[in-house]
C-alpha cells in the first residue's frame, strides 16, 4: 500500500548525498511540484505463501515489463506465488480478473497518459483485485489500498461524507503519479514498486545500510520484510496467470465474456462532470433516471445520502459517457433542491451511551452528562478510574436514572425512601452507605428506575 508523498523531499535530499543515487531529470514532475451509511467494506487479508524458496536474478535492466519477465523465467518466489494464485489464490484471483478486464481500458490509458508502465497495473491487481470496496487492516482503502495520510497531498479527499479513494479514475490518477514521484526519487522501478509496499524511508534505510541499490543483495542480506521482498514475484506470477486465463481458467474466461453490457464495470468511456451544489443521492439518481444503488456504483466515493458542499467546493464526478447527455442540465438545478437537514444531534441528557475519546478521563465525561464520579463508576461497574480510547460506556439516562435529594432537619433515611418509593437497601446502595446514618444537607442520590417522582 503506498505510505506517503510528505517524506519524498526528506528523502531526494539524503539519496541525491548518497552515492547510491542517480536521478532522472527526464521525469521531473516531482521536482517541479515540490512543496506542495455504514458500509460494511471488504476487507483484504494477507495472503502469504512459503518463505522457504530461494530467488536470485539479474536486475541490470530496468524496464518493468523485461523485470518481470526475467522474475518468471526464474521461477524461484515467483513460483510459489504462481501455485498460490492456482490454488488457494483461486477465488481472490478469478474475481480480481473478472474486475481487471473491465477496468483494464481505462486504467491503461491513465497510466499511459501519466507516463509511466502499463506493467504497473498488476500492482493494482495484487493489492486489492481491484475491488472498488477493498479495506485492509490498516485501514487503507480502494483499488489501489491508499492510507488516508497518502490521499491528501494527491489531491483525493477524504472525510466522512466522501472517500475518493474509492473512486476507480481518481485514485489510479493518484497511484500513477506516486509512482512516478517514487520512480524520480530511486531511478529505478523494483525500488519504486517496493517503496509503494513498503514505504520510502523502509527502503531508503535498507538502501543505505546495504550499501546496495541491487535488489537481490538487499535480499540476501535480510534488509527488507519478506512481503516486500515478495511484492514483485508476486506481481510476476499474477501477470503470468491474467495473460493465461484461458489456460488456467477457461471457465471463468467464459463468465467473463458472458457479461452483461449493462453492468456498469463494463462501462469504457466516461466524462467528467461538476457538482457544485449541496444534493441528495437519492433525488439525483431519481433526477437521472437511475437507482440508487446505481450511481453508488458508478460513484462508490460517495459515502452518504446527502452529500453537503461548501460554497466554493467542487466534487467531481466521473459520469457513462452515453448517459451523460443531460447531466449538467438536471445537476443546475440542484441549487433550487430543498435537501432534508441532516438528524440533529441527539442532546446530551438522551444519550445512552458515550465513546471514550483520546484526552477524556471520567470526571470529564462525568460533568459533561450531569453526572457525579460515583454515578458513572456504578452504572458502568468501575472499580478504578482508569478507562479508554474507544471504551463504550453507559451514560444513558444516568442523569435520568437518578435524583438528587438534599436531607432536612428530622429526616431518615428510612423515611426518605418511602417518600420516593424505593427500598432503604437500594437507596443505601446507590449512595454507598454502610448504615443508615446521614446528616443534615447531605445529597441522596435517589434511583428513578422505580421510584415515585415527587419532589
Given at each position: 500500500?503506498p505510505?506517503?508523498?510528505?517524506?519524498l523531499?526528506?528523502?531526494?535530499?539524503?539519496?541525491?548525498?548518497c552515492?547510491l543515487?542517480?536521478?532522472?531529470?527526464?521525469?521531473?514532475?516531482?521536482?517541479?511540484?515540490?512543496?506542495?451509511?455504514?458500509?460494511?467494506?471488504?476487507?483484504?487479508?494477507?495472503?502469504?505463501?512459503?518463505a522457504?524458496t530461494?530467488i536470485?536474478?539479474?536486475?541490470?535492466k530496468?524496464?518493468?515489463s523485461d523485470?518481470?519477465d526475467?522474475?518468471?523465467?526464474?521461477?524461484g518466489?515467483?513460483k510459489?506465488?504462481?501455485?498460490?494464485?492456482l490454488?488457494?489464490?483461486?477465488?481472490f484471483?478469478t474475481?480480481a480478473?473478472t474486475?481487471?478486464?473491465?477496468f483494464r481500458?481505462?486504467i491503461?490509458s491513465?497510466?499511459?497518459?501519466?507516463?509511466?508502465p502499463?506493467e504497473l497495473?498488476?500492482?493494482?491487481?495484487?493489492?486489492?483485485?481491484?475491488?472498488?470496496r477493498a479495506?485492509?487492516?490498516?485501514?487503507?482503502?480502494?483499488p489501489?489500498?491508499?492510507?488516508?495520510?497518502?490521499?491528501?497531498p494527491?489531491?483525493?479527499?477524504?472525510?466522512?461524507?466522501?472517500?475518493?479513494?474509492?473512486?476507480?479514475?481518481?485514485?489510479?490518477?493518484?497511484?500513477?503519479?506516486?509512482?512516478k514521484?517514487l520512480?524520480n526519487?530511486?531511478?529505478?522501478?523494483?525500488l519504486a514498486v517496493?517503496?509503494?509496499?513498503?514505504?520510502e524511508?523502509?527502503?531508503?534505510?535498507?538502501?543505505?545500510k546495504?550499501n546496495?541499490?541491487n535488489?537481490?543483495?538487499?535480499?540476501k542480506?535480510?534488509?527488507?520484510?519478506?512481503?516486500?521482498?515478495?511484492?514483485?514475484?508476486?506481481?510476476?506470477?499474477?501477470r503470468e496467470v491474467?495473460?493465461?486465463m484461458?489456460?488456467?481458467?477457461?471457465e471463468?474466461?467464459?463468465?467473463v465474456e458472458?457479461?452483461s453490457?449493462?453492468d456498469?464495470?463494463?462501462?469504457?468511456e466516461?466524462?467528467r462532470?461538476?457538482?457544485k451544489?449541496s444534493?441528495s443521492?437519492?433525488?439525483l439518481?431519481?433526477?437521472?433516471?437511475?437507482t440508487k444503488?446505481y450511481l453508488?456504483?458508478i460513484?462508490p466515493?460517495l459515502?452518504?445520502?446527502?452529500i453537503?458542499?461548501?460554497?466554493?467546493?467542487?466534487?467531481?464526478?466521473?459520469?457513462?459517457?452515453k448517459?451523460?447527455?443531460?447531466?449538467?442540465?438536471?445537476?443546475a438545478s440542484?441549487?433550487?433542491?430543498?435537501?432534508k437537514a441532516s438528524?440533529p444531534?441527539?442532546?446530551?441528557?438522551?444519550?445512552?451511551?458515550?465513546?471514550?475519546?483520546?484526552?477524556?478521563?471520567?470526571?470529564?465525561?462525568?460533568?459533561?452528562y450531569?453526572m457525579t464520579?460515583?454515578?458513572?463508576?456504578r452504572?458502568?461497574?468501575?472499580?478504578k478510574n482508569?478507562?479508554?480510547p474507544?471504551?463504550?460506556?453507559?451514560?444513558?439516562?444516568?442523569?435520568?436514572?437518578?435524583k438528587?435529594h438534599?436531607?432536612k432537619?428530622?429526616?431518615?433515611?428510612s423515611?426518605?425512601?418511602?417518600?420516593?418509593g424505593v427500598?432503604?437497601?437500594?437507596l443505601?446502595?446507590?449512595?454507598?452507605?454502610?448504615?443508615?446514618?446521614?446528616r443534615?444537607?447531605?445529597?441522596?442520590?435517589?434511583?428513578?428506575?422505580?421510584?415515585?417522582?415527587?419532589s
Amino acid at each position: 500500500m503506498p505510505y506517503g508523498r510528505g517524506v519524498l523531499s526528506v528523502i531526494t535530499l539524503l539519496l541525491t548525498s548518497c552515492s547510491l543515487y542517480t536521478p532522472k531529470m527526464n521525469q521531473n514532475r516531482f521536482y517541479e511540484n515540490e512543496g506542495e451509511e455504514k458500509e460494511i467494506p471488504e476487507v483484504i487479508s494477507h495472503q502469504r505463501v512459503p518463505a522457504s524458496t530461494p530467488i536470485s536474478f539479474n536486475f541490470e535492466k530496468n524496464d518493468l515489463s523485461d523485470l518481470l519477465d526475467d522474475l518468471y523465467k526464474n521461477h524461484g518466489r515467483t513460483k510459489a506465488w504462481l501455485d498460490y494464485f492456482l490454488t488457494r489464490g483461486e477465488a481472490f484471483f478469478t474475481k480480481a480478473y473478472t474486475n481487471g478486464r473491465h477496468f483494464r481500458p481505462l486504467i491503461d490509458s491513465i497510466l499511459t497518459k501519466t507516463g509511466v508502465p502499463s506493467e504497473l497495473f498488476f500492482l493494482g491487481l495484487i493489492e486489492s483485485g481491484y475491488s472498488l470496496r477493498a479495506y485492509s487492516r490498516a485501514h487503507a482503502v480502494g483499488p489501489w489500498q491508499f492510507m488516508k495520510g497518502t490521499a491528501k497531498p494527491y489531491r483525493l479527499t477524504v472525510s466522512s461524507r466522501i472517500d475518493e479513494r474509492r473512486s476507480l479514475h481518481k485514485s489510479t490518477q493518484a497511484a500513477a503519479l506516486y509512482l512516478k514521484d517514487l520512480y524520480n526519487i530511486f531511478g529505478d522501478w523494483a525500488l519504486a514498486v517496493m517503496a509503494y509496499n513498503s514505504g520510502e524511508y523502509r527502503i531508503l534505510r535498507a538502501i543505505r545500510k546495504g550499501n546496495t541499490r541491487n535488489f537481490t543483495e538487499l535480499f540476501k542480506k535480510h534488509l527488507l520484510p519478506q512481503e516486500t521482498i515478495d511484492y514483485l514475484p508476486k506481481m510476476a506470477a499474477a501477470r503470468e496467470v491474467y495473460q493465461n486465463m484461458e489456460k488456467y481458467f477457461p471457465e471463468v474466461v467464459e463468465q467473463v465474456e458472458k457479461a452483461s453490457e449493462d453492468d456498469f464495470s463494463t462501462i469504457h468511456e466516461w466524462e467528467r462532470v461538476e457538482i457544485k451544489k449541496s444534493f441528495s443521492v437519492p433525488r439525483l439518481a431519481k433526477e437521472l433516471g437511475v437507482t440508487k444503488s446505481y450511481l453508488k456504483k458508478i460513484s462508490p466515493e460517495l459515502r452518504r445520502e446527502a452529500i453537503y458542499l461548501g460554497r466554493k467546493e467542487t466534487l467531481e464526478l466521473y459520469w457513462p459517457k452515453k448517459l451523460s447527455d443531460s447531466f449538467q442540465e438536471k445537476v443546475a438545478s440542484l441549487s433550487s433542491w430543498k435537501l432534508k437537514a441532516s438528524s440533529p444531534r441527539r442532546s446530551i441528557a438522551s444519550r445512552s451511551h458515550h465513546r471514550v475519546r483520546r484526552g477524556e478521563n471520567l470526571n470529564i465525561i462525568a460533568r459533561k452528562y450531569k453526572m457525579t464520579l460515583a454515578q458513572l463508576k456504578r452504572l458502568n461497574n468501575l472499580r478504578k478510574n482508569r478507562i479508554y480510547p474507544g471504551q463504550k460506556l453507559k451514560v444513558a439516562g444516568s442523569a435520568s436514572l437518578v435524583k438528587k435529594h438534599v436531607v432536612k432537619k428530622g429526616e431518615a433515611l428510612s423515611t426518605i425512601a418511602e417518600k420516593y418509593g424505593v427500598s432503604l437497601r437500594d437507596l443505601m446502595k446507590s449512595n454507598g452507605l454502610k448504615n443508615s446514618r446521614i446528616r443534615i444537607n447531605q445529597v441522596l442520590e435517589i434511583p428513578l428506575k422505580n421510584a415515585i417522582t415527587s419532589s
